[in-house]
């Protein structure tokens, strides 16, 4: 037995015209939102339970346990949907109920886990910097180590002795190594000496603060179609391009739709390219089950 069609949008009473295509869902009102929408929903295009193998016959079992909406799933304990259904069941039971598909894991690091050295004397050369920021960020990772945390987001300052002073946050897709935050330093005083708001004098404090953290569980590496090290190298460089020259002034080509072999291919930032990478990553075992 198959789960019937959802019910068309003019059915479900909600308008689709360009007047109401943004809808804001006040606070705290996800789940009566939700509530009286189908049950099948649940393996439409846009939710995260449509590429899983096991949704088909998990909306297919409810249905024959009567579960025609959202809130009536919404209204299980998520207990005994988690025991009786697993994982695809708890992540069913989590939409259902307005709330993200898995928690927010965060870690929240010590009050004194960042680093920052005044510099004395002042330095006007960014590898003095960069020394020294190699000794905090040794220290810095070190600490976060012996709690059992790495960091995926640094914040980096940097004071001068004319009154400027450079602030900025950086990311990394793993975590932060110190020869890694040594690089981010370099790259933000190359930039800074480069910017309209360059520092006048030479620089007097350097200060690293974790602005993100997480369990320090290891990485797993891919067997198959994994980056290889000049794919690091080659990120590591473009990074320090847009340290030096903005975020959005790095573009990388990339293939588009198009009739004519001019409209195939448009520039974009790298950002925005590596973002649609991982959406097509997450979409690329296409529809299963049958789905269209």
Known sequence: MSTPQAPAAEERGISLSTSTAVLVVPTQQSRPFLADLPLTFLGDPISPLFSEDTTEALLDVLWRLGIRTLGDLA?????DVLGRFGWPGLMAHRLACGLDDRPLRT??????????????PPADRIETVAFMARALADDM???LARDGLDCVCI????ESDSGHASNRRWRHELRFSA?????RVRWQLEGWYRSPDRPTGPVTLIRITPCVTALADGRQLGMWGAKSEADER?????ARLQGLLGAGAVTVPRLDGGRRPADTGRRVPLHAAADADRGQDSSATGPRNGKK
């Open 75 to 79: 209204a299980l304990s998520e207990a």
């Open 107 to 120: 870690e929240v690091a010590s009050e004194d886990a960042g680093a920052e050295a005044e510099i004395d």
């Open 141 to 143: 990772v070190g600490r």
């Open 155 to 158: 914040g980096i300052t940097a």
């Open 179 to 183: 020869a890694d935050i040594v690089d």
């Open 234 to 238: 080659a990120a590591r460089a473009l």
